[in-house]
């Protein structure tokens, strides 16, 4: 709880030079960011490997970080962005790499989780993991009210299996754990 702590500070003091959250955001560090990120918690197993797309402040990657005892790759374009994700991983002891890069130009061996919160379209989400998860892995997206559009289009490209883990507390958003991704119309053989 104290490392939490820690990141919560450290991210409202950064905040003020490089917008890691929305000013209204900043209010609700706790319920709106934090919380939604440690909904993951349960689905990572302790001493996973996990890439996190798209880390930016932080959400979910170093708050999972801190939480699960994982080793977590972290990837984010915005260079202000990475300097806040280095330094706070130093600061709160996440076994964290940065990966100041595009999604689409990272390269590295795949991981069995993939995580990423409030970033693209399902298609584009899966599409971006897919090469960056293994064959028997899980990609889990925390995602919001328009969920069964974006599964809808999501499935005209993507044959996937897909669990939805809702919890009724949290009614607008849901976490969905896709795995045994391949493009629709490609069978294994």
Not at 75 to 103: G, M, P, T, W, Y
Request: hydrophobic share 45%; proline share 5%.
């Amino acid at each position: 709880m104290s490392r939490l702590r820690h990141f919560e500070s450290m991210l409202l003091k950064w905040n003020a030079r490089i917008n890691l959250v929305s000013a209204r955001d900043a209010q609700n560090i706790w319920t709106r960011h934090i919380a939604d990120s440690l909904r993951l918690m349960p689905l990572i197993p302790s001493g996973s490997r996990v890439i996190d797309l798209g880390s930016g402040g932080g959400f979910p990657g170093l708050i999972i970080g801190i939480a699960c005892d994982i080793d977590i790759t972290l990837v984010e374009s915005d260079q202000r962005k990475c300097a806040f994700l280095r330094e706070a991983a130093r600061a709160c002891a996440v076994n964290a790499k940065v990966i100041c890069d595009r999604i689409e130009s990272v390269s590295l061996p795949p991981a069995p989780i993939i995580t990423a919160r409030a970033l693209a379209s399902l298609d584009r989400l899966i599409g971006w993991s897919a090469p960056l998860l293994q064959p028997d892995g899980v990609a889990l997206f925390l995602k919001g009210k328009n969920v069964d559009e974006e599964l809808h289009n999501a499935r005209r490209i993507w044959d996937m299996r897909v669990e939805i883990v809702n919890e009724p507390a949290r009614p607008e958003g849901v976490i969905l754990k896709v795995s045994h991704i391949q493009r629709a119309g490609i069978k294994d053989g």
